[in-house]
C-alpha cells in the first residue's frame, strides 16, 4: 500500500501532486501550489474534473473560456471566511495568476462533462458547527452531496479547536454497497494554527491489516484508502483540513466503528 503520509516537496511552487497512481488507488488526484504575487500556472485536463480551493491569498482565473476575475479574499486559513472556489470540468484548461502571495489547492476525480464551470462560494458557504463537547468542529461545506456542482468530487474544510477530536467518532467509507455505505477516496490536506504546531490522523480498519498513526505537520496531506481517520488537535494547537473525496458514485454513506457506534447512539 502507498505511504499514507505525504510531505511537501518543497516550500514554494507546486508543493504536492499526488495522481491516483501516486496514491495507489482509482479516483481521487489533489495538487497544491505556493505562488508569490505575478506567478502563474496552467493546466488541461482531458479526463478530469476538477475544483479550485483558495486556501489563502487572491489569484487572477480564466478557464473553460471564461474570464472569472480575482477570487479569494482570506489571507490566513484561520480567518474562517468562507472560500472562493472555481469548478472546471474534464475537457476544458484554466490560468492562475497570482494578485498577491497565495495557497491554491486543486481536487481531481473523473468527470463526465455533467456541469459547466462555475464559482462555488463564499456566497452560500456558511461556517457550520458539528458535533459536541470536544467533538466539536466547524463545517465550511464547498461541494458536498447536496450541492450538485460536480460530476464525482466531494469537497469540504473542517476547523478543529486546539483539544478537540474530528472525523470522529470514528467512520469508514470504503465499500461500494449504496445506500448502506459507499467507496470514497480521501486526502486530507492538514494546517496548524500555530504552524510550528502538529496534529494527530490515525488511519485504521477494524480486522488491523491497515492501523496507521501519524502526526501530521503543517501542510501534509494524509491518503485515507479505506477504514476509519479520526483526527486529534492537541491541546494548543488549531488544526485546518481540506477533503477531496471521491469513488464510483457521487454519495457520501459511511459505517461507524462498531468500538465507538454507542457515542452516537449517545449523542443522537
Known amino acids: 500500500m502507498a505511504e499514507l503520509l505525504r510531505k511537501p516537496v518543497s516550500k514554494h511552487g507546486k508543493t504536492h501532486d499526488i495522481t491516483p497512481q501516486t496514491a495507489g488507488w482509482n479516483y481521487v ?3 497544491l501550489h505556493h505562488l508569490d504575487e505575478g506567478e502563474k500556472f496552467s493546466e488541461y485536463n482531458d479526463e478530469n474534473e476538477i475544483l479550485i480551493v483558495m486556501i489563502e491569498g487572491l489569484a487572477h482565473f480564466t478557464g473553460a473560456g471564461t474570464d472569472w476575475g480575482i477570487l479569494g479574499d482570506r489571507m490566513n486559513v484561520f480567518e474562517k471566511t468562507p472560500p472562493h ?3 472546471v470540468p474534464n475537457g476544458s484548461e484554466f490560468e492562475c495568476t497570482a494578485k498577491t502571495a497565495c495557497v491554491v489547492a486543486i ?4 468527470g463526465i462533462g455533467g456541469h459547466k464551470a462555475r464559482k462555488i462560494g463564499p456566497d452560500g458557504i456558511v461556517l457550520t458547527e458539528r458535533g459536541t463537547g470536544t467533538n466539536k468542529r466547524f463545517i465550511n461545506n464547498i461541494a458536498m452531496e447536496n450541492e450538485d456542482y ?8 473542517v476547523f478543529t479547536p486546539s483539544g478537540h477530536w474530528s472525523s470522529y467518532p470514528s467512520h469508514r467509507h470504503d465499500e ?5 455505505i459507499t467507496y470514497l477516496e ?13 496534529g494527530i490522523q490515525r488511519v485504521y480498519t ?4 491497515l492501523d496507521e498513526t501519524m502526526a501530521v505537520s503543517d ?9 476509519h481517520h479520526p483526527c486529534a488537535a492537541p491541546y494548543g494547537f488549531e488544526m485546518y483540513y481540506l477533503n477531496i473525496m471521491a469513488g464510483p458514485l457521487r454519495k457520501w454513506r459511511f459505517l461507524p466503528d462498531p468500538a465507538v457506534e454507542w457515542i452516537l447512539e449517545r449523542d443522537s
Open 219 to 227: 501542510g501534509d496531506v494524509v491518503l485515507v484508502p479505506k477504514g
Open 107 to 110: 481536487g481531481k476525480a473523473p
Open 150 to 157: 460536480c460530476d464525482s468530487l466531494l469537497v469540504t474544510e
Open 176 to 180: 461500494d454497497d449504496f445506500p448502506r
Open 29 to 31: 488526484g489533489f495538487s
Open 85 to 87: 472556489c472555481l469548478y
Open 186 to 198: 480521501e486526502t486530507y490536506y492538514h494546517r496548524l494554527n500555530p504552524a510550528s504546531g502538529f
Open 206 to 209: 477494524e480486522d488491523g491489516s
